[in-house]
C-alpha cells in the first residue's frame, strides 16, 4: 500500500504565492522521480515540474522562474513552491511518484489532487 497526499491548494489572488506539499506513505523501498502535474478545465493534464531522487530538476516553459520543485527524501515528500502566480495558473494540481516497493518492481502513483485557483 502506497498512497499520495497532496495539500496546500486554495485561493490566491495574483500575484500571490502557495506552496504544494505531497507526502508519500505506505511499502516504500525508494522513491524516484515525484512531479507535479496540473489540469485546467477544457485542458489535458500537463507537466508542471518534475525532480528526481538525486534532485535534478525539470520545468514546463510556463512556469519557469516562478515555481520550484524541492523533496525531503527522509520524509517522502516533495514540494511545489508556487510563486508570483497567474489566472492561467488555475488547475487541479496532481503529484506523481514512481515508487520501488521491492526490488525490481517500481509502480507509479497519483495523489487525488488539490486545487489552485488564482484571481484577482
Known amino acids: 500500500q502506497v498512497q499520495l497526499v497532496e495539500s496546500g491548494g486554495g485561493l490566491v489572488q495574483t500575484g500571490g504565492s502557495l506552496r504544494l506539499s505531497c507526502a508519500a506513505s505506505?511499502?516504500?523501498?525508494?522513491?524516484?522521480?515525484m512531479g507535479w502535474y496540473r489540469q485546467a478545465p477544457g485542458k489535458q493534464r500537463e507537466l508542471v515540474a518534475t525532480?528526481?531522487?538525486?534532485?535534478?530538476?525539470n520545468y514546463a516553459d510556463s512556469v519557469k522562474g516562478r515555481f520550484t520543485i524541492s523533496r525531503e527524501n527522509a520524509k517522502n515528500t516533495v514540494y511545489l513552491q508556487m510563486n508570483d502566480l497567474k489566472a492561467e495558473d488555475t488547475a487541479v494540481y496532481y503529484c506523481?511518484?514512481?515508487?520501488?516497493?521491492?526490488?525490481?518492481?517500481?509502480?507509479?502513483?497519483w495523489g487525488q489532487g488539490t486545487q489552485v485557483t488564482v484571481s484577482s
Open positions: 506523481h511518484a514512481f515508487v520501488v516497493r521491492m526490488i525490481d518492481s517500481e509502480f507509479s502513483y
Open positions: 505506505g511499502s516504500i523501498v525508494r522513491i524516484n522521480g
Open positions: 525532480i528526481t531522487s538525486g534532485g535534478r530538476t
